[in-house]
């Protein structure tokens, strides 16, 4: 919305610095960052009015959650969904259609979850809305989101799928690209949400990641970068760092009630709305096999989980003391800030090693 101010600035001017994405992303940031700084303590309290008992702790969990973490509220996503919104309409341009699509999938989300949180507090059980609703719902919003990307990716990029560390080197998907783009976004959301388990454990890795995205966005949005990288052009998609951006800010404004002991949980309204944004950014920026570099951690919990279903009913037996694998070393033993730190330096390594993607090539 700033951006139109540009309208007035004769280029030498206050008003032309808002030409700039990256003083725009530093706005966005700031904003991001005292919305949640404000309002965070108000909404805590108001969770706590409604919710009374607080999020429903799930029996087939750790032992200690039942009493460390009982009569914790949840939907504290709502803190970082609002700043985020706030701050991406308040700085980003609003005719880029990557700006709408991203925040389109993310405040989807941010109701599938919020509707999911909302049915487990009412009821005052671990189970909410129905697996196969959230699902259904989960794949209209994701079709819709990869239909969008391919319907405004430049022609070359149109269906394709890029690979990194190979340079000019396409895979047509053609119609797949939109199951392949539902695959994207609803497996991030989805393994942002399995993360979603202990004090600040899904949110500063979403912030890694997310900060990382925005600086593959901010660079394929350049022609000028993309030529010196060797990397494909897709223009407009600059504008996502300034989501990124405000995400966050939001996020961190989020962690500083979600710090342990928290005194809220985003709840699935803020991991499902939170892994959805980072698919539906990897989409946007053809970066879809990166953010399983950069969001390893992510891919890392969803496969423990995976793997123990499946050794399961396949021999009775468990691979993993507990999953997800956080919980597998909260059983060995593992104090929880022990584990969430250790998580978020192997996530800050993974984003390197994504980072990296743009040049070794």
Do not use: C
């Not at 949110?203 to 990397?231: K, N, S």
């Not at 800030?337 to 070794?360: D, E, H, M, N």
């Amino acid at each position: 919305m700033l951006y139109w101010l540009t309208a007035f600035s004769d280029g030498g001017d206050l008003f032309n610095l808002f030409r700039y994405i990256t003083f725009r992303a530093g706005g966005a940031f700031v904003t991001a960052l005292i919305f949640g700084f404000i309002f965070g303590k108000p909404l805590i309290n108001l969770l706590r009015k409604k919710q009374k008992k607080g999020q429903p702790i799930r029996e087939d969990g750790p032992e200690s959650h039942i009493l460390a973490k009982a009569g914790t509220p949840t939907m504290g996503g709502l803190l970082i969904l609002s700043a985020l919104v706030v701050s991406t309409l308040l700085w980003a341009r609003l005719d880029n259609p990557y700006v709408w699509m991203v925040l389109l999938v993310t405040v989807s989300f941010g109701a599938i979850g919020f509707a999911d949180d909302y049915a487990k507090v009412s009821k005052q059980t671990s189970k909410g809305v129905s697996g196969k609703l959230r699902l259904a719902i989960g794949v209209v919003i994701a079709a819709v989101a990869a239909g969008w990307a391919a319907w405004f990716h430049p022609d070359a990029l149109t269906n394709q799928l890029a690979f990194p560390f190979l340079k000019d080197v396409l895979l047509n998907l053609g119609v797949l690209f939109i199951p392949f783009g539902i695959i994207v976004i609803l497996g991030a959301a989805n393994a942002v949400n399995l993360t979603d388990g202990l004090d600040g454990l899904a949110v500063m890795p979403v912030m890694i990641a997310a900060g990382t995205l925005g600086v593959i966005a901010y660079a394929v949005g350049r022609v000028d970068f993309t030529d010196y990288l060797d990397v494909h052009y897709v223009p407009g998609t600059g504008e996502i760092l300034i989501f990124s951006a405000g995400l966050i800010g939001g996020g961190l404004g989020f962690l500083w009630y979600n710090a342990p002991p928290a005194a809220v949980f985003m709840g699935d309204t803020g991991s499902l709305a939170l892994g959805g944004a980072l698919g539906a950014i990897a989409v946007a920026t053809k970066h879809e096999i990166v953010l399983a570099i950069v969001g390893g951690l992510f891919v890392i919990e969803a496969l423990s989980v995976i793997i123990q279903v499946l050794y399961f009913k396949r021999t009775g037996k468990r691979v993993f003391l507990m999953a997800p694998i956080h919980h597998h070393f909260e059983q060995k033993g593992w104090a929880e800030p022990q584990i969430v730190i250790r998580f978020w330096i192997v996530s800050l390594i993974l984003a390197l090693i994504g980072l990296a993607t743009l040049k070794v090539r």
